[in-house]
């Protein structure tokens, strides 16, 4: 399939998605260093009764980003325990949203993180995650 043209250069397609990523993508992925930026471009289908993009489809995609955060920076599955969010402005349809998390503490058994959601104009989203880490023995493979 071919990337479209709004997607900023660097970005590969997940196309490894399932589940949830896959019914709503798709979406997209770079890496930069040590962080992991993940996009994608709302269309009509992921908008709210007012046409900006429902707020439960901005919690499910800085929730994937912060869950990639703690793979790609401890190398271990996580899932969320917690989540706290702050809607800062409007998602728009049509606009290149993306979203980072920057792990901020772990032990064994746990990660927090720190994520943002951004548009082309203003920030879109704040989190904090609390994610519980996986066994080490759990096989690792990449999906959205």
Do not use: C
Not at 7 to 25: C, H, K, M
Not at 44 to 55: E, F, R, S
Not at 79 to 98: E, F, H, I, K
Not at 106 to 126: I, K, N, S, T
């Amino acid at each position: 399939m071919a990337i479209p043209s709004k997607v900023p250069l660097g970005f590969r397609e997940l196309t490894e998605a399932s589940g949830f990523a896959a019914a709503n993508g798709p979406w997209f992925e770079k890496i930069d260093g040590d962080r992991v930026i993940r996009g994608f471009l709302p269309g009509p289908q992921h908008a709210n009764a007012l046409g900006i993009v429902h707020g439960g489809m901005l919690a499910a995609f800085i929730d994937s980003a912060m869950g990639t955060a703690v793979l790609h920076t401890l190398n271990r599955r996580a899932v969320t325990v917690r989540m706290s969010l702050d809607y800062l402005g409007p998602g728009r349809v049509g606009d290149w949203l993306q979203a980072e998390g920057e792990v901020v503490g772990h032990d064994e058994h746990m990660a927090q993180v720190r994520g943002r959601l951004y548009g082309p104009r203003h920030e879109v989203l704040a989190g904090l995650g609390v994610f519980s880490l996986l066994s080490r023995h759990r096989k690792l493979t990449r999906r959205g």
